[in-house]
């Protein structure tokens, strides 16, 4: 067993555990492996143990990395998506966790048309109100989810909190993201399973406030070194 093997079942055990501690069932929360700025090398070795969701920020690396890897891996573009990367997402991600305003969710709307993909949205909403934060702010976020995509399934939200957030503001800022949801769901009568929220310095606090989907790097492959 190589290292990050073993890092990613050391990482799937605390998920699984911080699950059960809030009297969660560990299978309603998906583990995101977030692959950036990592070989594809590294990517293999999870494979290899089992992993299949990966997340990518950059979509140079997701082009790169895609075509060469097993064709079953479920990419995720997680990080900022430009408009004139749109339709490269389409083409390699069946899941964006980063759609951020209502003009980017149309321009996906119509490529993923032209493309033949229905691929799986989370809107991004900055709950924190950063202006370092790529998110829509909450108006914004719920004029998108009632927009009616033809093409797109809107699946849930995405959030981040401030890097510097202690745990009672991780807390309310992902107990905030999963209160505008189920309100968002009761009011228009919308399907929004997931909750995409928590990483590796947070993952148990998001999980308790009723994450779905954890994006956990640095806990798996190691520090990124970004030469």
Not at 12 to 17: C, F, I, K, L, P
Not at 95 to 115: F, P, Y
């Amino acid at each position: 067993m190589t290292q990050i093997q073993r890092q990613l079942q050391e990482v799937r055990e605390s998920v699984h555990g911080a699950a059960l501690a809030v009297g969660r069932d560990p299978a309603a929360v998906r583990l995101i492996a977030v692959s950036k700025t990592f070989p594809v090398e590294d990517i293999a070795a999870a494979y290899a143990a089992g992993q299949r969701a990966f997340g990518e920020n950059k979509i140079q690396e997701l082009e790169a990395k895609a075509p060469v890897l097993p064709p079953d891996i479920e990419w995720h573009m997680i990080g900022h998506l430009q408009s004139n990367k749109s339709a490269k997402a389409l083409e390699y991600a069946s899941w964006i966790h980063s759609v951020n305003s209502l003009k980017l969710l149309q321009r996906l709307d119509r490529q993923a048309g032209e493309l033949g993909k229905s691929p799986n949205i989370l809107i991004e909403v900055n709950i924190a109100g950063e202006a370092s934060k790529s998110g829509a702010s909450v108006e914004e976020a719920g004029e998108m989810i009632c927009s009616n995509p033809a093409h797109l399934r809107i699946a849930g939200l995405m959030t981040m909190p401030p890097f510097d957030a202690d745990e009672a503001e991780q807390r309310r800022i992902f107990g905030k993201l999963r209160e505008l949801r189920d309100c968002w769901a009761e009011r228009y009568g919308l399907e929004l399973p997931e909750l995409s929220m928590g990483m590796s310095g947070d993952f148990a606090v998001a999980i308790a406030e009723g994450s779905t989907m954890v994006r956990i790097g640095t806990a798996i492959f190691g520090r990124r070194d970004y030469v």
